[in-house]
C-alpha cells in the first residue's frame, strides 16, 4: 500500500514540475511563432484536409503511446517535452488555419494571437467563476467589460446588466429564458402549458437554429417559433411584423419575444432595428436582438448605423469570439433594465451563495448563468483591449466590412460570377457561373457550387462555405480575416475558375 502509495506520489509531483512547464511553454512558443509566421503569411494549407477516421486513428494513436510509456514511470524531462512537441505539432499540423489569408468561411476569427496567451495564463492557473470569492479578479474583468461594451453600444451607465457566456447560442438562450420568466409570469415553477392558445415566440425568418432550439429547450415547443416576414433584402419588415403580431394578440397567443438579428447569419442582414423597437414598444413585446456578429460595429464610426435601436432592445447578445477577435468562447449577454438580471434563474444553492453578504450577491455571477463553474472566459478580450484599445476593434470591423463590399464589386465586374446580393457588412453570397453552365437548370448549378467548394476545401487552396438562395446552393464567403487582401479575394476568383474548368472538363 505505502510502496504504491509512494509510487503514485512519484508519477503525480513529475506531472505537476514546474520545469516541465518552462520547457514545454518554451516549445510552445517556438513552435506557435513559427506555424503563425508561416501561415500568415499565407504560406501552407487552410485546411489540413483527412476524413475522419485516420484522424480518429491517429488520435488514439498517441493514446495508446502515452498508456505504453505512463506504465514504465514517469518520463524525464527531455522525453516529456519531446512527446509535448509531437502532440503539439499535431494539433498545428491537422488543423484548420484560421490566421491563414485564404480562410474566408464560417465567422470564426483569426483569433488576436495575444489573446490566447491571456486564455493560457487563466487556463494554466484554472481561473474559474461562479460566484465572486471563486475568482474575484476574473468577475472584476467581466464586470468593467460588459460596462465598457453595453456602453459602447449606447446603454446607459447604472441602468444595465449583462455577464458573459460559453457562446452564442447559450447566450441567445440566456436572454430567452429571461424574457420568458418576465412574460408567462410564473413558468418557472410551473412550466408553460396552459389554457387557451400557446405562446409564440417571433424571430428573423433566417434568424441562426440556435433561436428555435431555445424555444424547444424553453418548453415553448419550434411549432410556436413564427417566421417574421422579410423585404427584399432579407431584414425584418417592419409593417408586416406589426401586422403580424396585432393578428397574434387578437388570436389570444401571449408573446414571449420578438427576436430580431444584427446580422443575421445567411447573408449577414441587419434589421432595421429602430423601426422594430417601435413596432415592439407599440403591442408592448419584449424585443431581444441576436447581435452576435454585429454588435463589434458599434465600434466603427463608419458602420455604427448599422445598429440604430440596439441600445432600445430590451435584451442582446454579443460574441466577442467573432468580430472582435478572440479565441472561442466569449459571448455577452445584455439586460437594458437591470432588473430583469436574475430573472433567468430562480435557484436556492445554500453552499454557494452566502447570505451573510449580500452586498457582493450582484458579483456572485452564477445567480445568472446556465453554468456553474464557468470558464473565466472573458481575460482574452481584456487583456486585448487593455493593450490595444478600442481602436483595434474598430479597424477590424472597417477592414473586414469594407473588404465585403470590395468583393461584391469584384463580382459584379466578373461576367462568369452572379452575386446574390449587396452586402451590408463582411458576408457574401454568389455563385459561379461560366458559360457553359448559363443555361443549366438550378439544381445542376447548385451541385456546381457544391462541388467546387470541395474542391477548393479539400486542396487547402481556400476555406469558404456553402449556403443556399431560393433552395439552390450556392457560395459564401465571411471576410473574418483581416489578414486577408483584395489581391486574395482575385486569387478566389482564380481557384474558383479553374476547379470549375477541372470539374467541367471531367464531367465531359
Ligand atoms: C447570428 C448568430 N447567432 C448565434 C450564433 C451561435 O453562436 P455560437 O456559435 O457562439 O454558439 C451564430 C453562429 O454563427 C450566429 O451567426
Excluded at 254 to 270: D, K, L, M, N, Q
Excluded at 355 to 379: H, I, N, Q
Excluded at 419 to 447: S, Y
Excluded at 461 to 474: E, L, M, S, W
Amino acid at each position: 500500500m505505502s510502496d504504491s502509495f509512494a509510487t503514485a506520489r512519484q508519477r503525480i509531483t513529475a506531472a505537476y514540475d514546474p520545469r516541465l512547464l518552462d520547457v514545454a511553454g518554451r516549445k510552445t512558443i517556438e513552435l506557435v511563432v513559427e506555424h503563425l509566421t508561416r501561415i500568415q503569411a499565407g504560406n501552407g494549407k487552410v485546411l489540413n484536409w483527412n476524413p475522419p477516421a485516420p484522424n480518429v486513428a491517429a488520435a488514439e494513436e498517441f493514446l495508446r503511446g502515452g498508456d505504453q510509456a505512463g506504465a514504465s514511470g514517469p518520463p524525464d524531462l527531455v522525453t516529456a517535452q519531446e512527446r509535448f512537441a509531437r502532440l503539439a505539432s499535431s494539433i498545428l499540423e491537422r488543423g484548420q488555419n484560421l490566421h491563414h489569408p485564404h480562410y474566408i468561411g464560417h465567422q470564426v476569427p483569426a483569433s488576436i494571437p495575444l489573446a490566447g496567451l491571456f486564455d493560457a495564463v487563466a487556463s494554466i492557473t484554472n481561473q474559474v467563476m461562479a460566484i465572486y470569492e471563486m475568482g474575484p479578479w476574473a468577475t472584476a474583468v467581466e464586470t468593467a467589460l460588459v460596462q465598457r461594451l453595453g456602453m459602447q453600444v449606447g446603454l446607459r451607465a447604472g441602468e444595465f446588466a449583462g455577464h458573459v457566456t460559453h457562446g452564442g447560442s447559450l447566450a441567445n438562450l440566456t436572454a430567452l429564458l429571461t424574457a420568458r420568466n418576465v412574460v408567462l409570469g410564473d413558468s418557472w415553477d410551473a412550466g408553460v402549458r396552459r389554457e387557451g392558445p400557446p405562446p409564440v415566440l417571433v424571430v428573423h425568418a433566417e434568424a441562426h437554429y440556435c433561436l428555435a432550439r431555445s424555444a424547444g429547450i424553453l418548453g415553448l415547443g419550434t411549432r410556436q417559433v413564427i417566421k417574421a416576414e422579410l423585404d427584399d433584402r432579407r431584414r425584418i419588415d417592419p409593417q408586416r411584423l406589426d401586422a403580424m403580431l396585432s393578428d397574434l394578440k387578437h388570436k389570444g397567443h401571449p408573446i414571449v419575444a420578438v427576436a430580431a438579428c444584427a446580422c443575421a447569419t445567411p447573408i449577414g442582414a441587419f434589421d432595421p432595428l429602430d423601426d422594430v423597437a417601435d413596432v415592439c414598444q407599440r403591442h408592448g413585446v419584449w424585443l431581444h436582438v441576436d447581435a452576435a456578429h454585429g454588435g463589434a460595429a458599434a465600434f466603427s464610426d463608419t458602420h455604427r448605423g448599422l445598429l440604430a435601436g440596439l441600445e432600445r432592445a430590451d435584451s442582446f447578445i454579443i460574441d466577442a469570439h467573432k468580430m472582435m477577435f478572440v479565441p472561442a468562447l466569449c459571448a455577452f449577454v445584455f439586460y437594458r433594465n437591470r432588473a430583469h438580471r436574475y430573472e433567468a434563474f430562480q435557484q436556492d444553492a445554500p453552499y454557494l451563495f452566502d447570505p451573510s453578504t449580500p452586498d457582493l450577491a450582484d458579483f456572485d455571477l452564477g445567480l445568472r448563468t446556465v453554468e456553474c463553474t464557468k470558464r473565466a472566459a472573458a481575460y482574452g478580450l481584456w487583456g486585448v483591449w487593455s493593450i490595444f484599445g478600442t481602436q483595434l476593434f474598430a479597424d477590424l470591423v472597417d477592414l473586414t466590412f469594407g473588404l465585403g463590399r470590395r468583393f461584391h464589386e469584384m463580382l459584379v465586374a466578373a461576367p462568369d460570377f452572379e452575386p446574390l446580393h449587396e452586402p451590408q457588412c463582411n458576408i457574401v453570397v454568389f455563385r459561379h457561373v461560366p458559360a457553359g453552365l448559363r443555361e443549366a437548370p438550378p439544381e445542376e448549378l447548385g451541385r456546381f457550387q457544391l462541388m467546387l467548394r470541395r474542391r477548393l476545401i479539400e486542396s487547402g487552396r481556400f476555406y469558404i462555405v456553402p449556403t443556399a438562395k431560393d433552395g439552390v446552393a450556392a457560395l459564401r464567403v465571411t471576410i473574418i480575416n483581416p489578414l486577408t487582401t483584395e489581391a486574395d479575394l482575385a486569387e478566389l476568383l482564380v481557384a474558383i475558375r479553374e476547379a470549375g474548368a477541372t470539374e467541367l472538363s471531367n464531367a465531359r
